[in-house]
C-alpha cells in the first residue's frame, strides 16, 4: 500500500503525531508501518522550528522501513533547495535581483521565506548528501507524485528519469546561474489550476501518468477555511489533481493519503 504525506516545514511535533495517529510510528518513535510504502513530497525544513529534527527522523525511518519490508521515500521541494542554496552561497548575492536592480544574497532570501538560524547552524554533510539526493518526482501506479503544482519540470526534460538527473546534477553544481533559475521556477504554482484539464493531461502524458498528486501550494488559501478544518486532499481537474499540502506550519492536523482509497 501506498501513502502520501504533503508539505512538512520543520513541524517535527506536528509529524509525529500524525505518522502515530496514522500507525506509521511506535510510542518509540520506531517504525510501525511494516511492509506500507510511504511517500513525502518535500519541504521537510523552513518555517516550523525543527527542520533539521524532521530530515533525521525521516533518514531513520527509510532505514527502518526498509527492514520492515516497507520503504520511506522523500521527493525534494524548494525550500529544501533553498535551504541547499544558502549553505553552498551564503553570501553570494542572487544574479535575478541584482539584474532587476536589487542586492540580495542566497542567505537572506532564505530567511526570507521562513529560514531557521537553527537548522542552518545543525546542517551537516549527511543532511546535504540526503537532500542531494531528493528525487523530484516519481510515479506510483499511475500516479506522478510532486512537490510543485507546476510545468516547470519540463523545463528539465522530457521524461522522468531526465527531469529527475537534471536537478541532482544542480544540486552537485557550483553553478550559481542554475541554482538561481531553479530556485525561481521552483517557487511557481498554480499551473493545473489555471491551466484546466486539457493542460493537465498534456502535461501527465508527457510523464507517463494518469493523475497527479502534489503539495506546495497551501490548500486553505485556496478553500477559504481555516488551517485547521483542512482534513482531505483538494481534488480538482475532474480528479486528475489533488492536492495534498496540509499546511502543518499554520496549525493544520495533516493527513495521510493512501493512494488505493476510491477516488484517488
Known amino acids: 500500500m501506498h501513502y502520501v504525506v504533503g508539505d512538512i516545514h520543520g513541524c517535527l ?8 495517529r496514522e500507525g506509521f510510528l511506535g ?3 520506531q517504525w510501525t508501518g511494516g511492509e506500507a510504502q510511504l511517500w513525502f513530497l518535500g519541504d521537510y525544513t523552513d518555517r516550523g522550528p525543527n527542520g533539521i529534527g524532521v530530515i533525521e527522523l525521516l533518514m531513520r525511518l527509510e532505514r527502518e522501513a526498509a527492514a520492515a519490508g516497507g520503504a520511506v521515500h522523500a521527493l525534494l521541494g524548494n525550500h529544501d533547495l533553498m535551504l541547499l542554496a544558502a549553505h553552498h552561497f551564503t553570501q553570494v548575492e542572487i544574479p535575478s535581483f541584482k539584474r532587476q536592480g536589487q542586492r540580495m544574497t ?27 539526493n531528493r528525487p523530484a518526482l516519481a510515479r506510483v501506479e499511475g500516479t506522478l507524485l510532486m512537490h510543485a503544482d ?9 521524461s522522468l528519469e531526465q527531469i529527475n538527473q537534471s536537478l541532482r546534477d544542480i544540486l552537485r553544481s557550483d553553478s550559481v546561474e542554475a541554482w538561481d533559475a531553479l530556485a525561481e521556477q521552483f517557487a511557481s504554482r498554480f499551473s493545473f489550476l489555471n491551466g484546466g484539464i486539457a493542460l493537465t493531461e498534456e502535461f501527465l502524458g508527457q510523464l ?25 486532499p483538494l481534488e480538482y481537474n475532474d480528479g486528475l489533481c489533488f492536492n495534498v499540502d496540509h ?12 493512494l488505493s482509497q476510491p477516488g484517488t
Open 208 to 232: 507517463g501518468a494518469s493523475r497527479l498528486i502534489h503539495g506546495h501550494t497551501p490548500i486553505y488559501s485556496l478553500i477559504g477555511y481555516a488551517p485547521q478544518m483542512v482534513l482531505y
Open 247 to 258: 499546511c502543518l506550519w499554520n496549525g493544520g492536523p495533516g493527513f495521510v493519503l493512501n
Open 27 to 29: 510510542e518509540e518513535l
Open 106 to 132: 542566497f542567505y537572506e532570501i532564505w530567511q526570507r521565506v521562513g529560514g531557521k538560524e537553527p537548522d542552518f547552524e545543525r546542517l551537516n554533510e549527511s543532511h546535504i548528501k540526503w537532500l542531494q
Open 150 to 158: 507546476s510545468l516547470f519540470y519540463l523545463e528539465y526534460g522530457d
Open 13 to 20: 511535533q506536528a509529524l509525529i503525531r500524525l505518522l502515530q
